[in-house]
Nanobody
Framework: EVQLVESGGDLVQPGGSLKLSCEAS????????MSWVRQAPGKGLEWVSV????????YYADFVKGRFTISRDNAKKIVNLQMNNLQTEDTAVYYC?????????????RGQGTQVTVSS
């Protein structure tokens, strides 16, 4: 059974940082591109960042470039999202996703999500 378990979401002040982690199981992790996607209140799913199966190529949505960093550890089957200089508009449920959300956010297998709230 494919499982993606996110952790690390929290309440943080504007300008703060968080690190999200996703533990994967039930599939050959090292063969898959992985993504982070998010859904803000009242909005649809949007891709945030993508990393290819080797970890050598990373992609970021314009609204997080320079602030977020995606990484992966294929041996541990973990994908991380380091989020710096968080803004109120980053408030959303963040989902770890198997697949390339940059191509089609809906054609991904997603976890249950972790809540990130940015507020003073």
């Amino acid at each position: 059974e494919v499982q993606l378990v996110e952790s690390g979401g929290d309440l943080v002040q504007p300008g703060g940082s968080l690190k999200l982690s996703c533990e994967a199981s039930g599939f050959l992790f090292s063969s898959y591109t992985m993504s982070w996607v998010r859904q803000a209140p009242g909005k649809g799913l949007e891709w945030v960042s993508v990393i290819d199966n080797s970890g050598r190529n990373e992609y970021y949505a314009d609204f997080v470039k320079g602030r977020f960093t995606i990484s992966r550890d294929n041996a541990k089957k973990i994908v991380n999202l380091q989020m710096n200089n968080l803004q109120t508009e980053d408030t959303a449920v963040y989902y770890c996703a198997r697949g390339n959300a940059r191509v089609d956010v809906f054609q991904t297998y997603r976890g249950q999500g972790t809540q990130v709230t940015v507020s003073s």
